[in-house]
C-alpha cells in the first residue's frame, strides 16, 4: 500500500519517510481488513499544518475505527458524519463548558487551518478494531514531528497515555505550555479530561505570547 507523501511540505524532510515508512506501506499491504482513513488522507493532518505554521498541537491515539469517521485530522470528521464519534462529543461538551460554546460539526479542518495540528500517535487503524495498528511503528513518526516543533514555544494537549508517553520523548524545553489529561473518549473522560479546560488555557497562553487565539467555536471567524 503507497501512501501520499506528494503534499506534506516540510514534513517530508523527517527520518522516518525514508527510514521507517516502507516497512509500515508493507505491513499496510498485507493487511487483510479495511484500512482507515483513505490511502490519500493519512497525512492529511500534516498536509494542512506545516512545521512554521503550527502553534498548538492536539496528540491523539489511533483514527476512528469507523467506516466513513477518520479522514487523517485526530478527532475530526467531515461535517455530514452525525450521531457525533463519541470522543468528539466530549471535547465539545468540555467545549461548552469551558467556552459557552462548540463548533455544529465534525468537520475540524478550520482548527487546522489556524495551526492546530491534529495528530494521533498512530496514523491508521483496521476497520472496527481500534489500536489495531499500534504496533506498526507510526509512533517513530508522532516522536520525531514532536521533536521538531520543540524548537520554539508551542501548546501541546496531550489526550491519553499514548500522547503522553509519546510526548516524554519528544517534547523537551520548558517553554512550551503542556496539558496532559485523560483521554476524551467515553471511557476515560471523566478520569480528568472534563473540567481540564484545555481552550480557554491555550488562548491565555497563547496571548501571553503575543499570539492571536484560536477560533475554537466558529468556522466564519477562522483565519
Not at 155 to 173: C, D, H, K, S
Not at 176 to 193: D, K, Q, Y
Not at 197 to 210: A, K, T, Y
Request: net charge neutral; no cysteine.
Amino acid at each position: 500500500m503507497k501512501l501520499d507523501t506528494g503534499h506534506i511540505g516540510a514534513w517530508r524532510d523527517l527520518p522516518f519517510f525514508g527510514e521507517d515508512l516502507p516497512a509500515i506501506e508493507a505491513a499496510l499491504a498485507a493487511e487483510a481488513r479495511p484500512i482507515l482513513p483513505a490511502a490519500d488522507q493519512v497525512f492529511a493532518a500534516l498536509e494542512m499544518t506545516q512545521p512554521e505554521a503550527t502553534r498548538v498541537v492536539i496528540l491523539g491515539q489511533d483514527p476512528y475505527p469507523t467506516p466513513g469517521h477518520a479522514h487523517g485530522l485526530a478527532f475530526s470528521a467531515e461535517a455530514d458524519v452525525r450521531p457525533l464519534p463519541r470522543s468528539l462529543g466530549n471535547i465539545f461538551r468540555e467545549m461548552q463548558d469551558d467556552l459557552g460554546a462548540a463548533p455544529g460539526n465534525a468537520d475540524l479542518r478550520f482548527w487546522a487551518r489556524q495551526g492546530v495540528l491534529l495528530l494521533n500517535t498512530v496514523l491508521t487503524v483496521p476497520a472496527g478494531a481500534a489500536g489495531g495498528h499500534r504496533k506498526l511503528g507510526w509512533q517513530q513518526l508522532t516522536q520525531q514531528v514532536l521533536a521538531h516543533l520543540s524548537g520554539r514555544p508551542r501548546a501541546f494537549l496531550l489526550w491519553g497515555r499514548p500522547a503522553a508517553e509519546i510526548a516524554a520523548q519528544g517534547v523537551t524545553g520548558a517553554h512550551h505550555l503542556v496539558i496532559e489529561t485523560a483521554h476524551p473518549s467515553p471511557l476515560s473522560a471523566r478520569r480528568g479530561f472534563f473540567g481540564s479546560r484545555p481552550f480557554s488555557r491555550v488562548n491565555d497562553w497563547l496571548r501571553e505570547q503575543g499570539q492571536p487565539p484560536i477560533h475554537w467555536t466558529i468556522p466564519e471567524t477562522a483565519a
